[in-house]
């Protein structure tokens, strides 16, 4: 499985940006995906995740202003980010949990299996 996330950047503060990952089309239709930050020195956080229903999850840090999608015919999981803080500055990772289509867990992300090689997100 091979996740290639894309879509990172810098913003200001308040600003906007979309991630994308993507992935095949029986990763995403089927189990549960999810976004993770890390920063330098901190441990890895759960963002948002999706079951396979389309159902989403959020960190509560996120709550309100971030939100996880996806396209199954495309096939490709989204994160809209917006009103950025400079606390959300991080590397961004896409995740896949081949283990579970439902119930989908965040935090450390260790149940995800696969994992892309991260994007940058840097808030100012």
């Known amino acids: 499985v091979q996740l290639v996330e894309s879509g990172g950047g810098s913003v200001q503060a308040g600003g906007s940006l979309r991630l994308s990952c993507a992935a095949s089309a029986y990763t995403y239709r089927y189990h549960c995906m999810g976004w993770f930050r890390q920063t330098p020195g901190r441990e890895r956080e759960g963002v948002a995740a999706?079951?396979?229903?389309?159902?989403?999850r959020y960190a509560d840090s996120v709550k309100g202003r971030f939100t996880i999608s996806k396209d199954n015919a495309k096939p490709t999981l989204y994160l809209q980010m917006n009103s950025l803080k400079p606390d959300d500055t991080a590397m961004y990772y896409c995740?896949?949990?081949?283990?579970?289509?439902?119930?989908?867990?965040?935090?450390?992300?260790?149940?995800?299996?696969?994992w892309g090689q991260g994007t940058q997100v840097t808030v100012s």
């Open positions: 995740a896949a949990d081949l283990s579970r289509g439902t119930y989908c867990r965040l935090g450390y992300g260790s149940e995800y299996n696969y």
């Open positions: 999706i079951d396979r229903d389309g159902t989403p």
